[in-house]
């Protein structure tokens, strides 16, 4: 028999055993101990818990509702710890993280120009959005088609609200150096905004 508790990661609700909590909650403090430096750390730690959240929703099932320390463990194990990040061998933490992760095609809001479909699209296959902008306006000047393609396309692709969805849009792994990097890199386009 096993101690668990009820804790509120993300904006969901998991039931964890203690064993869990207590390394969950080391792993929290050790990240929240490595971004404190960071302008935006808080931004950064609340997309880790998010990412957290969604790792641990898939663990959930109809014959398992509480989160155990494998649950854990291979969660830590896919975000990465902050001593990987901050190792001080020659290899880079973008090398040491390039492994491709989950690609799913998202609208991209940050980029669009009427509904992000064609900017998500460019993310997606890596090409330039104007591309596929010149590809669209091609389809509507032959015929028209291009608009009925574009309103079911902006039906259909759901729109990248998260930073987890923002990486996994590029084929990005979902991890902290990733989350850390698009977190400070919103950051900043953000305070250039505000200068502006």
Request: glycine share 6%; aromatic share 8%.
């Amino acid at each position: 028999m096993k101690i668990t508790v009820s804790i509120n990661l993300g904006g969901y609700s998991f039931n964890i055993d203690e064993d869990a909590y207590s390394d969950l909650k080391r792993y929290l403090k050790n990240l929240e101990l490595h971004f404190a430096g960071e302008e935006s750390a808080s931004e950064i730690l609340s997309d880790i818990e998010t990412r957290l959240a969604e790792i641990f929703r898939t663990k959930i099932t109809t014959f398992k509702q509480v989160i155990n320390i494998e649950d854990v463990r291979q969660a830590i194990s896919v975000m990465g710890t902050p001593e990987d990040i901050s190792d001080n061998d020659h290899k880079s933490a973008k090398d040491k993280f390039s492994s491709p992760g989950y690609h799913r095609m998202y609208r991209d809001p940050d980029n669009r120009v009427i509904g992000g479909v064609c900017s998500g699209m460019g993310a997606y296959w890596n090409i330039d959005p104007v591309i596929m902008r010149i590809i669209f306006v091609a389809l509507v000047l032959a015929g028209g088609i291009g608009v009925l393609v574009y309103l079911i396309l902006y039906i259909v692709i759901p729109e990248a609200k998260t930073t987890a969805q923002k990486i996994e849009m590029k084929g990005n792994t979902v991890n902290i150096h990733n989350i850390k990097e698009a977190v400070k890199q919103e950051f900043e386009t953000v305070k250039k905004n505000m200068k502006l």
